[in-house]
Structures are given as structure tokens and as C-alpha cells.
Nanobody
């Protein structure tokens, strides 16, 4: 059973960079053909796909967030990370990491982290 765990600061100041890490256990982030995603849910809103990194290292981003988002990985630690720059209070959300084998439906994400709440406030 693969397990995903988000970690990082729960409070970020406006204009700073939000950095989160997803630690994966029970499976390798390099295993064919899995994709590793970051997804967020602002208060009162639906889930928003942010981006992903593939098993071979290719990264993909939502067009609305591409200019501010970077996803990377550390295969030696079996971790992948999210950086979201120039944050504003609108970036306040619960942030999730998740895994699928491709596709764009929410039902395709068979494994999720528990989520971590991030507040952007001064």
C-alpha cells in the first residue's frame, strides 16, 4: 500500500514562496507508469489540479499556475516537492499530493495524502 504524506509550513507570508514536500512510502516515485500530482482546495471551492511530475521526471502544470509553479523530485529520498512563488491570500488552501496512472478525472487518483492546510497571511 503506497502512502503519501505532505509536509511544510502551515503559514506563509504574502509575496513569499510556498514550499511543500510529499514523502512517498510503499512504492517508488520512479515506478512505471505513475504520475505524482499536487492538488489544492481553497476554502469553499472545488479541487484544483496544480501540476505533476512523471515517473521519468517530466513535469506538467496547470496553465493558470504555470508561471508561479515548480515541481521537482529527489529520487534518493523518494520525495517530490512543490514551490509556488509570489503567493497571495487567494493561495490559502488545503494542499494534497496524489498518484495516478494518467488521465484527468478525479476518480483516477487512487492514492492521496491526507492534505496539509496552508494559510497565506501577514
Amino acid at each position: 500500500q503506497v502512502q503519501l504524506q505532505e509536509s511544510g509550513p502551515g503559514l506563509v507570508k504574502p509575496s513569499q514562496t510556498l514550499s511543500l514536500t510529499c514523502t512517498v512510502s510503499g512504492g517508488s516515485i520512479t515506478t512505471t507508469y505513475y504520475y505524482w500530482h499536487w492538488i489544492r482546495q481553497p476554502p469553499g471551492k472545488g479541487l484544483e489540479w496544480m501540476g505533476a511530475i512523471a515517473y521519468e521526471g517530466t513535469d506538467f502544470y496547470s496553465p493558470s499556475l504555470k508561471s508561479r509553479t515548480s515541481i521537482s523530485r529527489d529520487t534518493s529520498k523518494n520525495q517530490f516537492s512543490l514551490q509556488l512563488s509570489s503567493v497571495t491570500p487567494e493561495d490559502t488552501a488545503i494542499y494534497y499530493c496524489a498518484r495516478n496512472l494518467g488521465g484527468s478525472s478525479w476518480s483516477s487518483f487512487g492514492s492521496w495524502g491526507q492534505g496539509t492546510r496552508v494559510t497565506v497571511s501577514s
